[in-house]
């Protein structure tokens, strides 16, 4: 068989990759939303044309969006995942026993139907009795919460691009509202896009996480089947500092991980000379 699909990452370069069959596609309400087998990655799930995770490379992704956050705040006992409907973000989290809630809102519940049925090692966790999920925007949902005093101690925002209605979570309106669903210690991170194509959204986002929690940071990761394959996170924190010493590895002990451990924690906030000039002038000097 010769057939490919292929993302256009930027105007002028994609990615193409080998499809063995394509194993599902169907327009929900929100996207189109297809699963294909692919030769060199496994189970690829796409929304909108646009790659959203392989079974190949996920675990670079969603390990680094939750542990990094998960071992650094004191106690994460509830914890927002926004978006995330291919469950691996859920997954993580799930595997952290200090945690006692999980609430989830995602605007797509066929996303997560759709995971569910065709990537079973990423969509692994939904049937988690701490799970609370709530299929609604993240963006009102996060407003909502904050105006009933509604406190989180984790948010983690898995979103898609950000383009349409996930726009809104890059916003300095949607991180103050995240700042006020989070307690005293609150920690907030997201995926925040490629240093190398996204350079004008990732200077935003470090200044208005600044201005929004007071403190901000950007960590990297590797995604292969992402644009530059080099992929940025970024964490706004009310108190807790995930560079320094009070970090909680031993959570993280016995669990079954391939990319996050405590060196790559601290390896993640090395910066290249061309990504430290993202952060906020402040910043700069001191990471
Ligand atoms: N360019 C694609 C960025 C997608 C980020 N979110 C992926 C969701 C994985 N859980």
Same mark, same amino acid.
């Given at each position: 068989?010769?057939?490919?699909?292929? &993302?256009?990452? %930027?105007?002028?370069?994609?990615?193409?990759?080998?499809?063995?069959?394509?194993?599902?596609?169907?327009?929900?309400?929100?996207?189109?939303?297809?699963?294909?087998? !692919?030769?060199?990655?496994?189970?690829?799930?796409?929304?909108?044309?646009?790659?959203? %995770?392989?079974?190949?490379?996920?675990?670079?992704?969603?390990?680094?969006?939750?542990?990094?956050?998960?071992?650094? @705040?004191?106690?994460?006992?509830?914890?927002?995942?926004? #978006?995330? #409907?291919?469950?691996? %973000?859920?997954?993580?989290?799930?595997?952290?026993?200090?945690?006692?809630?999980?609430?989830?809102?995602?605007?797509? &519940?066929?996303?997560?139907?759709?995971?569910?049925?065709?990537? *079973?090692?990423?969509?692994?966790?939904?049937?988690?009795?701490?799970?609370?999920?709530?299929?609604?925007?993240?963006?009102?949902?996060?407003?909502?919460?904050?105006?009933?005093?509604?406190?989180?101690?984790?948010?983690?925002?898995?979103? !898609?691009?950000?383009?349409?209605?996930?726009?809104?979570?890059?916003?300095?309106?949607?991180?103050?509202?995240?700042?006020?669903?989070?307690?005293?210690?609150?920690?907030?991170?997201?995926? !925040?896009?490629?240093?190398?194509?996204?350079?004008?959204?990732?200077?935003?986002?470090?200044?208005?996480?600044?201005?929004?929690?007071?403190?901000?940071?950007?960590?990297?990761?590797?995604?292969? %089947?992402?644009?530059?394959?080099?992929?940025?996170?970024?964490?706004?924190?009310?108190?807790?500092?995930?560079? #320094?010493?009070?970090?909680?590895?031993?959570?993280?002990?016995?669990?079954?991980?391939?990319?996050?451990?405590?060196?790559? @924690?601290?390896?993640?906030?090395?910066? *290249?000379?061309?990504?430290?000039?993202?952060?906020?002038?402040?910043?700069?000097?001191?990471?």
């Amino acid at each position: 068989m010769n057939a490919w699909f292929t &993302e256009e990452q %930027t105007r002028d370069m994609r990615l193409s990759l080998r499809v063995r069959s394509l194993l599902h596609r169907e327009r929900s309400g929100y996207q189109e939303i297809a699963v294909y087998e !692919t030769a060199e990655v496994g189970r690829l799930l796409v929304l909108d044309d646009v790659i959203m %995770t392989s079974e190949r490379d996920e675990f670079g992704y969603h390990e680094m969006i939750s542990h990094v956050a998960l071992c650094t @705040h004191p106690a994460p006992r509830r914890v927002l995942i926004i #978006g995330g #409907g291919d469950g691996g %973000t859920l997954r993580e989290v799930a595997r952290h026993r200090e945690v006692e809630e999980i609430h989830m809102v995602e605007i797509d &519940e066929r996303v997560i139907e759709v995971s569910r049925r065709f990537l *079973p090692s990423i969509a692994a966790a939904f049937d988690d009795p701490r799970l609370r999920l709530h299929i609604d925007d993240g963006i009102e949902y996060v407003r909502a919460a904050a105006e009933k005093g509604d406190r989180y101690d984790v948010i983690l925002c898995d979103s !898609t691009d950000p383009v349409g209605p996930a726009a809104g979570l890059f916003s300095a309106d949607f991180f103050r509202n995240a700042a006020a669903a989070l307690g005293e210690e609150g920690l907030y991170a997201a995926q !925040t896009e490629s240093p190398y194509f996204n350079r004008e959204l990732l200077s935003g986002v470090q200044r208005d996480l600044r201005e929004a929690f007071g403190r901000s940071y950007l960590y990297l990761s590797a995604v292969p %089947t992402y644009p530059g394959g080099l992929w940025s996170f970024s964490m706004g924190s009310k108190g807790p500092d995930p560079t #320094g010493a009070e970090l909680h590895f031993e959570r993280v002990e016995g669990m079954p991980l391939r990319f996050y451990s405590p060196e790559v @924690h601290r390896a993640a906030f090395a910066l *290249p000379p061309f990504v430290r000039e993202l952060l906020p002038g402040e910043a700069r000097g001191a990471r």
